[in-house]
């Protein structure tokens, strides 16, 4: 299928991946300035579901991180 990724992922190798950047008044306390994880899938479907649960939890815990 042809299009854009789901928000917040992108494709490696087929598989789905999940990344957020960390604000630039934040990134001294962390080594990388994205956050990024393997949604472990290949469906765009599923790792739209994934991208989605992941983002809410991330905003949920860290409203000020990841706005």
């Known amino acids: 299928m042809v ?4 928000q917040f992922t992108y494709r490696k190798d087929g598989v789905f991946y999940f ?3 960390i ?3 934040l990134r001294h306390k962390y ?4 956050f990024a994880m393997c949604l472990r899938t290949k469906s ?3 790792g739209a579901r ?16 990841f706005v």
């Open 3 to 6: 299009g854009r990724n789901p």
């Open 23 to 25: 604000p630039k008044d």
């Open 31 to 34: 080594e990388h300035d994205k």
């Open 50 to 65: 994934s991208a989605r649960a992941i983002a809410a939890r991330l905003d949920e815990t860290s409203p000020r991180v």
């Open 19 to 21: 990344s957020r950047r």
């Open 44 to 46: 765009r479907e599923a």
